[in-house]
C-alpha cells in the first residue's frame, strides 16, 4: 500500500473520531478539542443542516409539488394532508433538538420571514450576521461572539438560499410574504448556529 494512501486513511480515521467526540457521541464532552475551531465545527454542523434541507426540498417537496404534482405542501400540513415546507421541516428538527438538550442550538431567520416567529434576529450579532449574507449574496458566512444570560457564545450565520423553483413561487406568491421578488439562488434567510464557549 502506498504511503500516501496509508497517511489518508490514518488521517480520515482520526479526523473521524475527533467529529464523533464533538457531536456529543457517548459521554464526550460540549467543548471544542483541541486544533478544531468554533468556527470549524458551525461549518460542519451547518453543512449537515444545508444538506438534509437541500436534499428534502428538491427531492421530496419540488419533485412531488412543483415536477409531479401529486401532493401539495402546506403551512397547515396536519389539517390539509400535505407536506410541511422546508422551513417546517427545519423548525421541526431544531425544537427536538431543543428538546434533548444538545449542547448547541440552531435556528432559520430572515430579514423577510412569512411566519413572523422566524424574523430576523433577537441579538445584535444575529441582526448584524443575516444583513452580512444577505449583503453579499451568501457568499460568506458571519461569525461572531456574544453575551447571553452571563455565558459566552460563538455564533455563525449562514446564508439560506432558494435552492429550487418551489422556494421561490411559496414565498412571492405567499399573501403574508414582505418580499415577493425573489429567484432561484438569492439568500431568503440565514441559519444561525450556537455554540456555548465553556472550555
Keep these: 500500500m502506498k504511503k500516501s494512501t496509508i497517511a489518508l486513511i490514518a488521517t480520515t480515521a482520526i479526523a473521524s473520531t475527533s467529529l464523533l467526540s464533538l457531536v456529543g457521541c457517548g459521554e464526550a464532552e460540549a467543548s471544542v478539542e483541541p486544533g478544531v475551531s468554533y468556527q470549524k465545527l458551525t461549518d460542519a454542523l451547518h453543512m449537515v443542516l444545508e444538506n438534509d434541507r437541500t436534499v428534502y ?28 415546507l422546508p422551513a417546517q421541516m427545519f423548525r421541526m428538527g431544531a425544537e427536538l433538538t431543543a428538546e434533548k438538550e444538545a449542547w448547541f442550538s440552531y435556528s432559520l431567520q430572515s430579514l423577510w420571514p412569512i411566519n413572523k416567529s422566524n424574523a430576523a434576529g433577537q441579538t445584535d450579532v444575529e441582526k448584524e450576521g443575516l444583513e452580512f449574507i444577505a449583503e453579499n449574496g451568501g457568499s460568506a458566512p458571519y461569525y461572531g461572539q456574544e453575551t447571553l444570560g452571563g455565558k459566552e457564545y460563538f455564533t455563525a450565520v449562514y446564508a439560506d438560499v432558494a435552492v429550487a423553483p418551489v ?14 421578488d425573489f429567484e432561484l ?10 455554540i456555548p464557549m465553556d472550555g
Design 57 to 84: 426540498t428538491k427531492n421530496v417537496v419540488n419533485r412531488l409539488v412543483k415536477d409531479e404534482k401529486v401532493i401539495k405542501a402546506s403551512e397547515h400540513w396536519t389539517e390539509d394532508k400535505a407536506l410541511p
Design 185 to 194: 439562488g438569492d439568500v431568503m434567510g440565514g441559519v444561525v448556529i450556537r
Design 167 to 180: 422556494c421561490v413561487s411559496c414565498h412571492n406568491n405567499h399573501k403574508d410574504s414582505p418580499k415577493t
